[in-house]
């Protein structure tokens, strides 16, 4: 059986939130349609996607937003045209970062730009190792939260200083917002605030925002409008984006109102993750609903434990384990959404004590 069919089998999901069906969130989108009366759009002209694109930029304080239809080409996108603008083809990125750990070499291959590395793969990049690169950058990329180490983020201060250095040294600063609405709670900031200070911000339509795909990038009039010409170049100029935008815009206010609820949910979590020293959170508090949980198994023992808790009880606890820098180690991610934050809490208090004992 693959991991898909033993999830349909389970009728408990802990981690993420709920995936309705093709049926319901069609369904859902037709009705939004019919009580909005919304017209789909004309390779990006039409009054939904353009309110939309407004709205975005307003919520992050720019003046212009554009759609994308995926993440990978919006940022690469953008760190080019930075790269361009700024007479340097350097880009200093995370190890962990997506463009490096997940584009298959695309930013190198199809002559985006150059990167280099900075930062511990295990730490948020500081001010220190930013300044300590001797070369002219075009641009710096900094993720918030960052996924591959659990939703870490730097200090408040530290993200300040970072911002006025690269203003000073004329470094375009671009962030990787994927999951900017999920980092508000942990910094207590509005995404206007954090994202004050850089010079481009790309955010997901569909991780915490649970939309069909596509990606909003953010920053001026001009570098927007040089953005939607190089997504047209590389083939992202679909006849319709309407069902990507009414799938993150029917539910985009709710998602984000909920943000705060999920991040007291997660606290919760890690009190309750205390009582079990073989389920080890990373990062050591919140800094936004999401984190990484080690154990002292490996990932084969780890993915075992998982698929008898599935078959026995019914609930489905992560989608994989990955390999911990430890021999006969592991590591998964959870994102503590609408399935824990809805759940009693003693029913989650079980499940994690399930697995706990499976473990030992």
Request: aromatic content about 8%; charged content about 20%.
């Given at each position: 059986?693959?991991?898909?069919?033993?999830?349909?089998t389970?009728d408990?999901v802990f981690?993420?939130?709920r995936?309705?069906?093709?049926?319901e969130t069609?369904?859902a989108m037709a009705?939004w349609?019919a009580q909005?009366?919304?017209?789909h759009?004309n390779y990006?002209?039409g009054a939904l996607?353009?309110?939309f694109?407004?709205k975005?930029a307003?919520?992050?304080g720019?003046?212009?937003?554009?759609?994308?239809?995926?993440g990978t080409?919006?940022?690469?996108?953008?760190?080019?045209?930075?790269?361009m603008e700024r007479?340097?083809r350097?880009?200093?990125?995370h190890?962990t970062?997506?463009?490096?750990r997940h584009e298959?070499?695309?930013?190198?291959l199809?002559?985006?730009?150059?990167a280099?590395q900075?930062?511990?793969p295990h730490?948020?990049w500081?001010?220190?190792?930013l300044?300590?690169?001797?070369?002219?950058l075009?641009?710096?990329?900094?993720?918030?939260?960052?996924?591959?180490?659990?939703?870490?983020c730097?200090?408040?201060n530290?993200?300040n200083?970072?911002?006025?250095?690269?203003?000073?040294q004329g470094?375009?600063?671009?962030m990787?917002?994927?999951?900017?609405?999920?980092?508000?709670?942990?910094f207590?900031?509005p995404p206007g605030?954090i994202?004050?200070g850089?010079d481009?911000?790309?955010?997901s339509?569909?991780k915490?925002?649970?939309?069909?795909?596509?990606?909003m990038?953010?920053g001026s009039e001009?570098f927007?409008?040089?953005?939607?010409?190089?997504?047209?170049r590389q083939?992202?100029?679909?006849v319709?984006?309407?069902?990507?935008v009414?799938?993150?815009?029917m539910q985009f206010?709710?998602r984000?109102a909920a943000?705060p609820?999920?991040?007291r949910r997660t606290e919760?979590?890690?009190e309750v993750?205390?009582d079990?020293?073989?389920?080890t959170p990373?990062?050591a508090?919140p800094?936004?609903?999401?984190?990484?949980?080690h154990?002292p198994?490996s990932r084969e023992r780890?993915?075992?434990?998982?698929?008898?808790?599935?078959?026995?009880?019914?609930?489905w606890?992560?989608?994989?384990?990955?390999?911990a820098?430890?021999p006969?180690h592991s590591m998964?991610?959870?994102?503590?959404?609408?399935?824990l934050?809805?759940?009693?809490?003693?029913?989650a208090?079980?499940?994690?004590?399930?697995?706990?004992?499976?473990?030992?």
């Open positions: 059986m693959t991991d898909a069919e033993l999830r349909q389970c408990t981690s993420g939130h995936q309705p069906t093709p049926a069609f369904g009705a349609c909005h009366d919304i017209a759009d990006g002209e996607i353009q309110a694109e407004k975005i307003a919520l992050l720019f003046p212009a937003a554009s759609f994308c239809i995926s080409m919006t940022q690469v996108t953008a760190l080019r045209l930075a790269c007479g340097s350097l880009v200093a990125l190890p970062s997506h463009i490096i298959r070499g695309n930013h190198q199809l002559d985006h730009f150059q280099l900075i930062g511990d730490r948020p500081t001010l220190a190792e300044r300590a690169l001797p070369d002219r075009g641009a710096a990329a900094i993720e918030l939260p960052m996924r591959e180490i659990g939703g870490q730097p200090g408040w530290e993200l200083q970072i911002k006025q250095y690269c203003r000073e470094i375009h600063l671009h990787d917002g994927a999951r900017l609405w999920e980092a508000q709670a942990g207590g900031q605030a994202a004050a850089c481009s911000v790309y955010v339509l569909y915490g925002i649970g939309g069909l795909g596509g990606a990038l953010a001009a927007v409008a040089k953005a939607r010409e190089w997504f047209r083939g992202g100029n679909v319709h984006r309407s069902p990507y009414v799938a993150a815009a206010d709710a984000l943000m609820a999920l991040f919760w979590l890690y993750l205390r079990y020293p073989q389920l990373n990062p508090r800094q936004a609903n999401m984190l990484h949980v154990m198994v780890a993915m075992q434990a998982r698929n008898l808790i599935a078959e026995r009880h019914g609930v606890l992560f989608g994989r384990a990955n390999h820098a430890l006969e998964f991610e959870l994102y503590v959404g609408d399935n934050l809805t759940m009693p809490d003693q029913r208090r079980e499940i994690v004590a399930l697995f706990a004992a499976e473990l030992a």
